[in-house]
Structures are given as C-alpha cells and as structure tokens.
C-alpha cells in the first residue's frame, strides 16, 4: 500500500517504519483544563500525541517542562515566570555532573507534566501506527529564558553548551519512554525560535547558531522531527538530517513552497512533511470549510508538480495537521475541537480523491 518507507534499525535489532499517507496528528498545545478531554481528543488523530495543557498547570508549559533539573534555573509557579541566575547555574553545576548518567535526571516526572505520565498509561497505544512526542528545542528556550539583565542564556557560551546537550537528554529520555508503549514512537522538537534565530544577533552568529544546531540534531535518537508555526530559514531545515518537518502550510506555505529544489531532495530522503492545514483561531476556523483547505493544499502541491515534484510523491509523504496551537479563543476548546474535526474531514477527502497513490 505504501512505497515510500523509511526505516530505522534501531537497538535490539527492532526495525520501525515511518509512513506518510496522509495520516492525521497536532501540535501537543492544548487549551483543556481537562486531562481526559485533552487525551480523548489526542488520542483521535491517525498518530495521537501527549498534550501540553498550560491553563491546567504552569508545569504543563512547554517552557516549564523543560526547567526540571536545569541547574540555575527557578520556577514560580505562582506568578507563572521562569527565573535563571549564572551564578546559581554554576554553583548548581557540580550536583547535576554527579547525577548525570542517571535517567531519572532527564525524565519528565508527574511533578512537570502529570499529562504525560497520563498518556504513557493510555490502554492500546500499541495498536496505532506511530505516536508521538514533543519537546521545546534549546533556541526557543534559550531565546525565551533571561538571565536577570534580560539577556537570553542561549548568548552565554557556558550555558549554551549546557542547553544544547541537556535539552537532547531530555528528548531521548521520552523517546525511549514512548518506544515503551509503541515502537514507532518519535518525538518531535517545538522550535518556533528557529525563526529569529538565523538573524543578525550580536554573540551568535548564523553560521554558528546552524552548526550548532546540526550538531545537536545529530545527537538525537530515532526519527528526528522539527515542529514550528513560523518562518524559518527553510533551506536549512530542508538540508539537515531530518526525517519530519512540521509547517504552518496555511499560513507560510506560499513561501515553503518555493524551496523546491530542496523540498525534492527532502523526500528523496524519505522525508515526511507535515502541513499544518487547518486553523484554530475562532474567526478563521468559522470563515474556513474543508472543501477552502483542501484546495489551498492542491494549490500548494500543483506548484510543487510543476516544478517537478510529482503529488504521488507528496502525498504518500504528508501528515496533515491543524497549522498551529491556541489559547486565545474565548470559547475555552470548542474552536479548537471543530478544527480536529476539520482536519480528520480533509483528510478523509483527501484520501478518497488520491486512492490510487495508496494502492500497488
């Protein structure tokens, strides 16, 4: 039914596969304050995910996660903010050496994402295709944690060391957790910095911030993904030792697009494309159908064919997705729930027009 498959032989000999087909998945920020809600919702896409709840709890906030274990860094959960101090980092430091073979120093505990803990218990996640995880990569939180002149700790070289290795510990800690529970487990790495990062920031080049970046996507263990609802450098993404590559189609794809060149060689690679189709804010959800989301994506794979791409290709190697988070709408999860619904109806529409593609 499938062609394109890139496969991992992974250790103990366990050999996974990643499809395409235009299986379903989201980002894992929800706006729920209900844990079983959340998950029935997560748990209703082709590749269901763990959800990120930051109105349940500060600790279900991608940046909070995060901090757990991170020497200098103090959360408050009452006013909601992150604190870090250099000085506390390095006096922390030694400690964290001393524990730093052990699994318990990098895994996600109840305390900073009872969701998590929740999702690993979930009955029959064996009997999906692939489930997914996520992470904040170390740009976007190095770009957002301050030390106390406000200056991001990704500019200082000492801790940015640190975060690159930490936060790539962290994230093969959940995989191995995922591939518990499912052997095609992955886990994806939520980067919006990756946008701003590229610029011309004083203390950290772009030709440093991409090797950098490279070097800790080569730590990674299993399927390497990268998740952001910006605009990146996207020759660059494109060019790395990718497998997946999640897009805000809807709203950048006109610019993705015309990476062509490297979008080819992206699936030549067995790549997976993940197009971030369908909103979730209020308005746009409600002036969107199915049939306006399917044509934008047919708009943005006709290019693509154009220019010698061919949509069998593109399709076989596509997840569809909402094109980014919410916790904006006034209406709690019910903009959000209409677009998963969306979502699963375009796929289906989508499948039924390109049966073919799916079929030997």
Same mark, same amino acid.
């Given at each position: 039914?499938?062609?394109?498959?890139?496969?991992?032989?992974?250790?103990?000999?366990?050999?996974?596969?990643?499809?395409?087909?235009?299986?379903?998945?989201?980002?894992?920020?929800?706006?729920?304050?209900?844990?079983?809600?959340?998950?029935?919702?997560?748990?209703?896409?082709?590749?269901?995910?763990?959800?990120?709840?930051?109105?349940?709890?500060?600790?279900?906030?991608?940046?909070?996660?995060?901090?757990?274990?991170?020497?200098?860094?103090?959360?408050?959960?009452?006013?909601?903010?992150?604190?870090?101090?250099?000085?506390?980092?390095?006096?922390?430091?030694?400690?964290? +050496? @001393?524990?730093?073979?052990?699994?318990? /120093?990098?895994?996600?505990? %109840?305390?900073?994402?009872?969701? *998590?803990?929740? &999702? =690993?218990?979930?009955?029959?996640?064996?009997?999906?295709?692939?489930?997914?995880?996520?992470?904040?990569?170390?740009?976007?939180?190095?770009?957002?944690?301050?030390?106390?002149?406000?200056?991001?700790?990704?500019?200082?070289?000492?801790?940015?060391?640190?975060?690159?290795?930490?936060?790539?510990?962290?994230?093969?800690?959940?995989?191995?957790?995922?591939?518990?529970?499912?052997?095609?487990?992955?886990?994806?790495?939520?980067?919006?910095? +990756? @946008?701003?990062?590229?610029?011309?920031? /004083?203390?950290?080049?772009? %030709?440093?911030?991409?090797?950098? *970046?490279?070097? &800790? =996507?080569?730590?990674?263990?299993?399927?390497?993904?990268?998740?952001?609802?910006?605009?990146?450098?996207?020759?660059?993404?494109?060019?790395?030792?990718?497998?997946?590559?999640?897009?805000?189609?809807?709203?950048?794809?006109?610019?993705?697009?015309?990476?062509?060149?490297?979008?080819?060689?992206?699936?030549?690679?067995?790549?997976?494309?993940?197009?971030?189709?369908?909103?979730?804010?209020?308005?746009?959800?409600?002036?969107?159908?199915?049939?306006?989301?399917?044509?934008?994506?047919?708009?943005?794979?006709?290019?693509?064919?154009?220019?010698?791409?061919?949509?069998?290709?593109?399709?076989?190697?596509?997840?569809?997705?909402?094109?980014?988070?919410?916790?904006?709408?006034?209406?709690?999860?019910?903009?959000?729930?209409?677009?998963?619904?969306?979502?699963?109806?375009?796929?289906?529409?989508?499948?039924?027009?390109?049966?073919?593609?799916?079929?030997?």
């Amino acid at each position: 039914m499938f062609k394109k498959v890139k496969m991992y032989d992974l250790k103990g000999g366990d050999i996974m596969t990643l499809k395409g087909n235009l299986q379903t998945t989201a980002m894992g920020i929800l706006p729920h304050t209900d844990i079983d809600e959340a998950m029935r919702l997560a748990l209703s896409v082709d590749i269901p995910f763990w959800p990120q709840l930051p109105k349940m709890s500060f600790f279900e906030d991608m940046y909070a996660q995060a901090t757990e274990h991170f020497p200098g860094i103090t959360v408050d959960e009452a006013a909601q903010k992150i604190y870090f101090e250099f000085e506390q980092f390095m006096e922390e430091l030694p400690e964290f +050496l @001393e524990k730093a073979e052990e699994k318990a /120093t990098f895994a996600l505990t %109840e305390q900073y994402s009872l969701v *998590y803990r929740s &999702f =690993l218990q979930q009955p029959g996640l064996e009997k999906y295709s692939a489930i997914r995880g996520q992470f904040i990569g170390p740009v976007s939180f190095g770009m957002k944690i301050t030390d106390k002149d406000k200056k991001p700790i990704i500019y200082n070289d000492e801790v940015k060391v640190f975060l690159y290795d930490f936060m790539a510990r962290k994230i093969n800690i959940q995989y191995e957790e995922l591939r518990e529970r499912n052997k095609n487990a992955f886990v994806w790495v939520d980067e919006p910095g +990756l @946008e701003i990062i590229f610029g011309s920031f /004083t203390g950290y080049s772009s %030709e440093v911030a991409k090797n950098d *970046y490279a070097a &800790f =996507l080569s730590q990674l263990e299993g399927p390497k993904g990268v998740h952001l609802c910006g605009n990146p450098d996207w020759s660059f993404l494109l060019n790395q030792n990718l497998d997946i590559l999640s897009v805000d189609a809807l709203g950048v794809g006109h610019i993705f697009s015309r990476f062509t060149a490297e979008i080819k060689a992206f699936l030549d690679r067995g790549g997976i494309i993940a197009w971030g189709i369908v909103p979730t804010l209020t308005e746009e959800v409600n002036r969107e159908s199915v049939q306006s989301l399917v044509d934008h994506l047919e708009k943005l794979w006709n290019h693509l064919e154009q220019y010698g791409i061919e949509k069998k290709q593109v399709l076989q190697q596509a997840w569809l997705a909402p094109a980014r988070c919410c916790l904006v709408n006034t209406d709690g999860a019910k903009s959000v729930e209409k677009a998963f619904d969306i979502l699963k109806k375009a796929a289906d529409e989508l499948k039924d027009r390109y049966a073919k593609f799916f079929t030997e």
